[in-house]
C-alpha cells in the first residue's frame, strides 16, 4: 500500500469490508488469473479494485514453476522452504547460473466494466543457497539482477523499487490517479 499512499483513493482490504471470497486461479496465464480475482472482488464490492497474480520463471526449467508457483512443491501442505527445496531439486543437473524472472500481472477493475492490466518483471537467477530473512517464497534463492543480493535481502524500500510487484503498482498507478479524479 505504501506505492499507493498519495494517491487520493482510499485504499480497504476485502477482510476491512467484509468480503471474504475464494477464487479459483484455474487461468493459463497471470493476466487470466488476475483479472477473475479483480472482477469478483469488484462485483462483490462495487467498488474500484486492484488484484494481482505472480509466479517464478525459471529459464532453465522452461518457465516453471510459473503459474503454479505456490504449489510447486511435490506434495499438499508444502512449506515456503519445502518450495524452494523441490525448486533447487528440480534444478540439479542443469548448469549455473540459473536465469530466472519473477513476474506480476496487476488487473483494475472498474464496476463500469472497465478492466486495465499492467505487468511488472523482476530479472535474476535463482542461487543455490538461501540468503536473507527479509521475504517469503522464493525470495531467499533469488538473486536480483545487477546485485549481490536476494530479494530477501533487500529492505522494504529497495523491494518497493524493484520487485516484480512494484514495477506491476507502479504501471498501474496513472490508471488509479485517472480513476481518482486526479
Known sequence: MALLQDIPLEA????????QLEVEEDGHTYAENALKKALAYCNTSGLVTLADDSGLEVEALDG?????????????????ADRRKYLLEKLQGHPQPWPADFRSTVVIATPDGRTFTLDGECRGQIIPEERGTNGFGYDPIFQVEGMDRTMAELSMDEKNRLSHRA??????????MELSGE
Open 12 to 19: 480497504v482490504l476485502p477482510v476491512d469490508i467484509g468480503i
Open 167 to 176: 514495477r506491476a503498482i507502479m504501471a498501474a498507478r496513472p490508471v488509479l
Open 64 to 80: 516453471k514453476p510459473g503459474l503454479h508457483s505456490a504449489r510447486f512443491s511435490g506434495k499438499p501442505g508444502a512449506t515456503d
